[in-house]
């Protein structure tokens, strides 16, 4: 499959075709909390604007297995082996294009940690992560190495119908994002662009049974109770070269 063949859904065109890597996400689940944007203007860098949908910032904690992960020209060999992925981000716009900050990730793959963290100077932890599915739904628990204090565990059972989100809906807001955005030890300003063909998504049911990965941010949202929840099987994707802004 040409992922490039579909971008009519993107809210901005592509940069280029010259993409460097492919990723594989299954099993993703996301859990998302609205709050104020300015109790998280001190912790998103002052050159991005934050984004907000009806007035409200958003927060997401996603949670996820990745595999297949293959730089451009070497398809038949993975970078490394699959692993699990926890992140904590928020929405932001710089020159008019919207993206993702992230505040924190956690994985469960050493090496990736630590290439990624160089890479694309974005906030990795080492953790052990486990996804477990149990009948219709899927558990989660993320615990940081070392930090045995920051901690996640959930639930989510995905709803039947499958859907992909109405453009100016909140689901497109949240879930259609194609670029990331990270700032060095210096305060300076990266982008990496991604692509992908539109989120195929189910609504679902959500429980938090432990949020302290959210906790350090004091940001006004109750951990335990997720606004609203997406869930979507699989997705591929295409990420560009990270470059300064």
């Not at 080492?126 to 996640?152: L, M, V, W």
């Not at 959930?154 to 879930?175: Q, V």
């Amino acid at each position: 499959m040409n992922l490039l063949n579909v971008t009519e859904h993107r809210p901005f065109p592509l940069p280029s075709k010259r993409w460097i890597m492919r990723q594989s996400w299954k099993n993703i689940a996301f859990f998302h909390w609205p709050t104020s944007p300015n109790l998280l203007r001190s912790w998103v860098p002052s050159s991005l604007e934050i984004d907000t949908f009806h007035g409200h910032a958003w927060v997401s904690l996603v949670v996820f297995d990745m595999e297949n992960i293959h730089l451009r020209g070497i398809p038949s060999h993975s970078l490394t082996p699959a692993f699990s992925e926890v992140n904590l981000r928020t929405y932001v716009i710089y020159n008019g294009i919207p993206g993702v900050y992230f505040l924190s990730i956690d994985v469960d793959n050493w090496a990736s940690s630590k290439i990624a963290k160089r890479w694309f100077r974005l906030p990795y932890h080492d953790a052990s992560i486990s996804i477990e599915p149990s009948q219709h739904s899927y558990h989660f628990e993320c615990i940081r190495n070392g930090q045995t204090n920051i901690k996640g565990e959930g639930s989510i059972t995905p709803l039947r119908d499958i859907y992909a989100a109405d453009r100016g809906s909140l689901d497109y807001w949240l879930m259609e994002r194609y670029r990331m955005y990270c700032t060095d030890k210096r305060s300076n300003l990266f982008k990496t662009d991604i692509h992908h063909q539109p989120w195929e998504l189910q609504k679902a049911e959500s429980e938090i049974h432990r949020n302290t990965l959210l906790e350090k941010w004091n940001i006004g949202v109750k951990e335990n109770y997720p606004a609203v929840s997406h869930f979507s099987k699989k997705l591929d994707t295409l990420f560009w070269n990270i470059k300064s802004v």
